[in-house]
């Protein structure tokens, strides 16, 4: 397997895995750093 193909795969496990993060951390995102509340609607919402 190649590197990219590879990255393509991690990457959407990430984004898989930031997803369920942000259905869960909605209700309390308030309590969420800036920056992981971003990180994490970015690959939401990608």
């Given at each position: 397997m190649d590197?990219?193909?590879?990255?393509?795969?991690?990457?959407?496990?990430?984004?898989?895995?930031?997803?369920?993060?942000?259905?869960?951390?909605k209700r309390i995102s308030q309590r969420l750093s800036r920056h992981f509340t971003t990180s994490c609607y970015r690959y939401c919402y990608k």
């Open positions: 590197n990219k193909a590879h990255r393509k795969i991690s990457l959407r496990l990430l984004r898989k895995q930031y997803q369920n993060i942000c259905i869960d951390t």
